[in-house]
Nanobody, 127 residues
Framework: QVHLAESGGGLVQAGGSLRLSCAAS????????MGWFRQAPGKEREIVAR????????YYADSVKGRFTISRDNAKNTVYLQMNSLKPEDTAVYYC????????????????????WGQGTQVTVSS
């Protein structure tokens, strides 16, 4: 059973930066693409960013492109999300999870989580 533990959230002013981390237990971390997701109050969960197994290919939602950077350290079983130029609309609970093998769904309606969801980490951006 793999457990995901997100951290690094907090309260920041618009224009500020945060770096989120997601530590995964288990030995299969490097076998799967990983990603960050977020859910704002009253809204559906959405895919924010995705990184393939080796870290050589990434995807970003249009709303964060150019501001957020996803990376991973397979030796540490950890995936990161560097968030710069934060906006109030980035306020949400951020989660990480993995894609199942050979799955490349980029719409939340098509996405099937590989692991149980963790607690997430709250990001609040004030204007």
């Amino acid at each position: 059973q793999v457990h995901l533990a997100e951290s690094g959230g907090g309260l920041v002013q618009a224009g500020g930066s945060l770096r989120l981390s997601c530590a995964a237990s288990g030995r299969t971390f490097s076998n799967y693409a990983m990603g960050w997701f977020r859910q704002a109050p009253g809204k559906e969960r959405e895919i924010v960013a995705r990184i393939n197994r080796t870290g050589g290919m990434t995807y970003y939602a249009d709303s964060v492109k150019g501001r957020f950077t996803i990376s991973r350290d397979n030796a540490k079983n950890t995936v990161y999300l560097q968030m710069n130029s934060l906006k109030p609309e980035d306020t949400a609970v951020y989660y990480c999870n993995a894609w199942r093998s050979s799955d490349y769904a980029l719409r939340m309606t098509d996405y099937v989580p590989n692991y149980d969801w963790g607690q997430g980490t709250q990001v609040t951006v004030s204007s």
